[in-house]
C-alpha cells in the first residue's frame, strides 16, 4: 500500500511539473503596448470612416462567423455589416466623425475592449445636412494573425437630419423688393 501511494504522488508530482503554467497576468508595460495597438487600429477606423474607405473596414473587422455588430436597430454578421456600412455610405457625399473620450481596457494579450464616443457631421448626396450626436461605439478586439481585429461592436446615437432654410431660397427667387 505505501508502494502504491508513494508511486501516485511521484506520478502526480511529474504531472504538476509537466502542466503548463498559467498565463501570467500582463505587466503594466506590455498592457501599456497593448493599448497603443489597439488605439492606432481605433485611429484607422476612424480614419477610414471618415473617407468612406470600405476596404479599409473589410481589413478591420474580422470576417469569421462568430463576428457580430449591432448598429443602432440591427444586428448583423460580418458580410451584412459590410453591406449595410455600404449602403449608408453610398447615400452621403461626406461624413466626419469627431473623438470625444475613448477607452480601452486590455483583458488579455489577446483580447482588448475599446469605447469609441464623439459625434459625426456629414451631408447626403442630395446635400442634406445631418448629424449623429452622442455617437458610441463599442468593439471587441481580437488577436488574429499578429493583427488586432474588431470581432463585435455596438453602435448607438442619436441622428439628426438638419432642415433646409427655405425662407432664404424663397426670398432669393422673389427677386428685389
Known amino acids: 500500500m505505501k508502494k502504491l501511494l508513494s508511486v501516485t504522488l511521484i506520478l502526480f508530482l511529474f504531472m504538476m511539473s509537466c502542466a503548463p503554467e498559467g498565463e501570467k497576468p500582463l505587466t503594466s508595460e506590455q498592457k501599456e503596448t497593448l493599448q497603443s495597438e489597439v488605439a492606432k487600429r481605433v485611429d484607422e477606423i476612424v480614419a477610414g470612416a471618415n473617407k468612406m474607405d470600405l476596404e479599409t473596414m473589410k481589413e478591420i ?22 453591406k449595410d456600412t455600404e449602403d449608408i455610405w453610398s447615400g452621403m457625399s461626406m461624413i466626419n466623425f469627431q473623438e470625444m473620450n475613448r477607452q480601452i481596457m486590455i483583458l488579455d494579450n489577446q483580447t482588448a475592449y475599446a469605447v469609441f464616443g464623439g459625434f459625426a457631421e456629414g451631408e447626403t448626396q442630395e446635400g442634406q445636412e445631418m448629424k449623429i450626436e452622442d455617437f458610441y461605439a463599442s468593439m471587441l478586439f481580437r488577436k488574429v494573425d499578429g493583427t488586432w481585429k474588431v470581432a463585435g461592436t455596438h453602435e448607438s446615437g442619436i441622428f439628426v437630419v438638419m432642415e433646409q432654410d427655405t425662407s432664404e431660397v424663397a426670398q432669393d427667387a422673389s427677386g428685389p423688393n
Open 61 to 82: 473587422y474580422w470576417n469569421d462567423p462568430s463576428f457580430l455588430a449591432v448598429s443602432f436597430d440591427k444586428t448583423f454578421g460580418y458580410e451584412g455589416y459590410m
